[in-house]
């Protein structure tokens, strides 16, 4: 694989899934059963369709934990699954079994549990991360009947999600450093840990540097997180060697950064409305394993109740050219799509089949009019419902506010204005909550600040449940102004820009009123690229992999850069990463990875944990 290529998660994952398939060309010939278990199958259905696992040979993927659970990977055209009867197994002791599980105790003791009723004649054995040598002696005791001809470990322990994000679908780890149940918190740490090693191992990368983000107050738990795992995967590369790879790119030392941060210093963006498409089908109506769910939406047909947006190669062309269009364009885009569409189902109408010549030429031409009409209906039906929800939600009135009060500092103007919304019949109550949460934040040590209290009654009266409204406490709890860092609304020094930054949004016009906001993230990843990030606020951690010394002034600028985010990232970050990615390509590069992908609801339910 090409150097850069081993910064494609997408690319990366599906070389690993296409070797292991094959038994890594040890099992290549003769029908197997691909065995996985509930992460893995995400893993591979978020890489390869149905038709490309069934081709090499896959007469059937069940889940080692649920043996009964048998069926393929998503299909291109959804999430249709293949079905086979139970007893399908009873008769595939001739087959070989080919094995992707995460390197878990309850995995190995699947595992122990199948060898010692083996049901295939041979077994290939390969691992997401790092199997601990205590699982593998386990593994070796109970092969009794020397079944397994294999065991490796291929690094594939999270989603690819877009080439350069990647998740671990992790969920509720806002509270994985202020939970207090240490066996809960432990397991949800371990996970982040281990993910992490795999996306290091799979980019084939060891940094040159890591650094993690450091809050307002040290003393406060959540501000340990970063820390705690930035100082972990400095001690498992440092002490194992399989993280021992050439250093960086272009020969040399060139440099790769790991940069650690917590969700925590910036609790708005998950907060906001989205207007790009990957983002917004996420806000609107989820996008969870690439899958979203029509079911229930005016005018959607059955076929298109359960439907794939996939970024991978061969999944949906449209999608991953248009994943980050935002919703003016993408209604363009997709009228052309229709049109091309009825301009070539035009040409192959029967009155244009005069021939032989001309049958044949539409039998060919069949199967791929059929996979486009699919897709032609598919993003109609999704645009269709959001345009639904944007006017039934009166979003573009609620995206407004949201980013003026995110942009813009106008404390009685902002606090008119949410009193009305709260008071109006049109605005959701979801929205509702939203601007209350978003208004506290900003005006947390405003005076006088009891109008948080007043913007809390109001909510209530507006029709959000008592125990929503306590969320506004709990996020103030979480990323309050003396938990977080500085960057989410600036300082002083920063009126200059904030002034050239209005200048240029009311220049450039109303399309730009639902785009004003930009990530606290993008301040970080500015100042990384320039060699400008402070080490009081991002220091680099105590015996940095090949660093002699803590201090960040004489790092050389790094080439490429793993960010991970603690606690999750959203679609909003991911698509100005893509952004900054396309406009510096040949200078830096940026990976982000983090704990999950929010969108507002998965946020605010995990703050109920807080």
């Known amino acids: 694989m090409d150097r850069t290529d081993q910064l494609n998660g997408i690319e990366s994952i599906r070389t690993y899934i296409e070797r292991l398939i094959t038994g890594d060309n040890r099992a290549a010939h ?19 369709s149905q038709s490309e696992i069934l081709s090499r040979q896959v007469y059937l993927v069940c889940r080692l934990d649920d043996p009964t659970s048998q069926h ?169 060697d399989i993280f021992h790879f050439r250093r960086g790119t272009g020969g040399g030392t060139g440099n790769f950064l790991l940069l650690i941060l917590d969700r925590l210093d910036d609790p708005v963006t998950p907060l906001l409305s989205q207007w790009t498409y990957q983002a917004m089908v996420h806000e609107l109506l989820g996008l969870n394993n690439n899958r979203v769910i029509l079911r229930g939406a005016p005018n959607v047909s059955k076929d298109l109740e359960e439907v794939v947006l996939s970024s991978a190669p061969g999944h949906d062309a449209f999608f991953a050219s248009h994943r980050n269009s935002n919703f003016g364009e993408l209604g363009e885009a997709i009228q052309k799509l229709l049109q091309d569409y009825q301009a070539r189902s035009k040409e192959h109408q029967a009155s244009n089949l005069r021939t032989i010549e001309d049958m044949q030429n539409f039998m060919d031409k069949y199967p791929e009019l059929r996979s486009q009409s699919h897709t032609v209906s598919k993003h109609v039906a999704i645009m269709g419902e959001l345009a639904r929800l944007v006017e039934v939600c009166s979003l573009m009135d609620v995206s407004a506010f949201e980013q003026d009060l995110a942009c813009n500092e106008d404390q009685a103007g902002h606090l008119r204005e949410l009193m009305s919304k709260l008071e109006s019949s049109s605005i959701k109550i979801p929205d509702k909550l939203r601007l209350g949460m978003l208004y506290a934040l900003r005006y947390e040590n405003a005076t006088p600040n009891s109008a948080i209290g007043a913007v809390k009654e109001a909510m209530k009266r507006g029709g959000v449940p008592p125990s929503n409204v306590a969320l506004v406490d709990a996020i103030l709890r979480y990323s309050g102004s003396s938990i977080r860092g500085p960057g ?60 002699t010394t803590t201090f960040v002034e004489n790092l050389p600028l790094p080439q490429e850069v793993l960010i991970f985010m603690v606690g999750g990232m959203t679609y909003e970050e991911s698509t100005k990463i893509n952004e900054f990615n396309q406009v510096n390509v040949g200078r830096i590069r940026i990976v982000l990875g983090g704990s999950t992908v929010h969108n507002s609801t998965s946020f605010l339910e995990e703050l109920k944990l807080v």
């Open 72 to 240: 393929g990977p998503s299909g291109r055209h959804g999430s249709h699954s293949l079905e086979f009867k139970e007893e399908s197994l009873g008769h595939a002791s001739h087959m070989k079994a080919v094995c992707f599980l995460r390197p878990t105790q309850a995995n190995v003791g699947q595992l122990i549990q199948e060898l010692s009723l083996p049901r295939f004649s041979e077994y290939h054995l390969f691992f997401s991360g790092i199997l601990p040598p205590s699982l593998l002696n386990l593994l070796a005791e109970s092969d009794e009947k020397e079944r397994v001809k294999q065991v490796q470990e291929f690094y594939a322990d999270f989603l690819p999600i877009n080439e350069d994000l990647w998740s671990l679908n992790c969920r509720n780890t806002l509270v994985m450093d202020t939970q207090d149940q240490p066996h809960h918190q432990t397991t949800l740490y371990q996970r982040n840990l281990t993910g992490l090693q795999s996306m290091l191992l799979a980019m084939k990368r060891r940094p040159y540097a890591i650094r993690y983000q450091k809050s307002s107050s040290d003393l406060q738990k959540s501000s340990k997180v970063a820390k705690k795992l930035a100082s972990d995967i400095n001690e498992c590369i440092s002490s194992d």
């Open 488 to 547: 989410l609304y600036g300082t002083s020094k920063d009126t200059a820009s904030k002034m050239i930054k209005s200048f240029m949004t009311s220049v450039q016009g109303v399309s730009n009123v639902y785009s004003q906001h930009s990530p606290v993230l993008m301040d970080t990843i500015e100042a990384v690229a320039k060699g400008k990030l402070k080490g009081e606020t991002h220091p680099l951690i105590s015996g940095s992999v090949g660093m």
């Open 30 to 48: 003769g029908m197997k059963v691909l065995l996985l278990d509930s992460t893995t199958t995400q893993i591979v259905s978020c890489v390869s």
